[in-house]
């Protein structure tokens, strides 16, 4: 996978942020809102450099910077000390939800870099990789519900009323990003599931094991037909359809050529095998106690076996040129399925 798809939900207030003296509990709220936009702004620009960054060194930065922003905001949030008026119910939801958030950032990212470290050894790992993302993202705002209660509760004490305007920009921005990293991964499983049994495939034909030649390539088969029902079920992202389409050209390819694909490399395996127990049986005997039957079978399969290599090498040439062919287009599709769609400012 060539880009951790980490993403964090949009946790914004809908009130302004002027006034930072409390003369009235409105400006309490609006002291803490301030606060909280300054953190909505610097994820944002975590999700737009996994976005359209390349370099792990930068997004770690705007981590980071993250972690920094949410240091910032609960030392001032602390540093209230009375709260409103003495009361300090509706500030400590708020600092707990800020610790709670840093350390989702820092404990639970290095956990979704461990995952990743082990993601590719197995489709297991994989998904539990990409839950795990997920679950952060649920955590997170679950956690933001209760400060949203709590300040539902603050605002009733002390009769403001909350109104909640539209979407605001940066909250959009927050928002579609979480969609589209959602929107990827979920394609991303479906891809990954049938490239990873390709690899499990090569391995069995490099060891020249029949039984796990036919079982991973029968696999292979269902997972790309498998694959394909669940894309029929998939909806165009904003009428772009462009990473389900290369998604499906992967699989269809799976679908198409790897029966007949297993089958070639099946033959072509039992006859190097019988090949080499001729040879060996051969070898093991004087010429004077080799039959004239078993002369003449080697010397046949001699005669062939240079051609049989030569198309069994261009018959593995050409599938993996094509596989990696349409898994570079998927993941350029991807890359460019992102800088679409996720703002750049």
């Excluded at 309490?28 to 737009?48: C, D, H, P, R, V």
């Excluded at 009733?156 to 959009?172: A, F, V």
Aim: glycine share 2%.
């Amino acid at each position: 996978m060539k880009k951790v798809l980490l993403f964090i939900s949009c946790l914004l207030f809908s009130w302004a942020f002027t006034a930072q003296n409390f003369k009235s509990p409105v400006e309490y709220l609006e002291f803490i809102g301030a606060e909280q936009t300054a953190i909505s702004k610097s994820m944002w620009n975590y999700n737009k450099s996994v976005a359209h960054t390349k370099s792990a060194k930068r997004v770690d930065a705007t981590r980071n910077q993250l972690v920094k922003t949410i240091e910032t905001a609960t030392k001032k949030i602390q540093g209230l000390q009375n709260g409103y008026d003495g009361d300090k119910d509706y500030q400590e939801k708020v600092i707990e939800f800020l610790n709670i958030s840093k350390n989702m950032i820092n404990n639970d990212y290095e956990n979704i870099i461990d995952l990743k470290e082990v993601a590719e050894q197995s489709y297991d790992y994989m998904e539990a990789y990409i839950k795990m993302q997920e679950l952060i993202n649920q955590k997170s705002e679950e956690e933001f519900e209760k400060v949203k209660v709590a300040q539902q509760t603050f605002a009733d004490k002390y009769n403001i009323i909350l109104t909640e305007g539209g979407e605001d920009d940066l909250s959009k921005k927050l928002r579609i990003s979480n969609e589209i990293f959602t929107y990827q991964n979920q394609l991303y499983l479906i891809f990954f599931k049938t490239n990873y049994t390709y690899g499990l495939l090569n391995e069995s034909i490099g060891s020249n094991d029949l039984t796990a030649i036919q079982q991973n390539g029968n696999t292979l088969h269902f997972y790309a037909k498998e694959g394909i029902e669940k894309l029929n079920l998939i909806e165009a992202y904003n009428k772009d359809n462009s990473l389900i389409n290369a998604t499906k050209t992967t699989l269809e390819y799976y679908d198409k050529n790897t029966l007949k694909y297993v089958t070639e490399i099946v033959d072509f395996t039992d006859y190097m095998i019988q090949f080499e127990d001729i040879k060996n049986a051969l070898d093991r005997k004087s010429p004077k106690d080799r039959t004239k039957e078993e002369v003449d079978r080697y010397n046949a399969m001699v005669k062939d076996i240079n051609k049989k290599i030569k198309d069994n090498n261009m018959l593995n040439n050409k599938f993996l040129q094509d596989v990696n062919q349409i898994n570079q287009r998927w993941h350029t599709t991807s890359e460019t399925f992102a800088s679409k769609h996720i703002p750049k400012s």
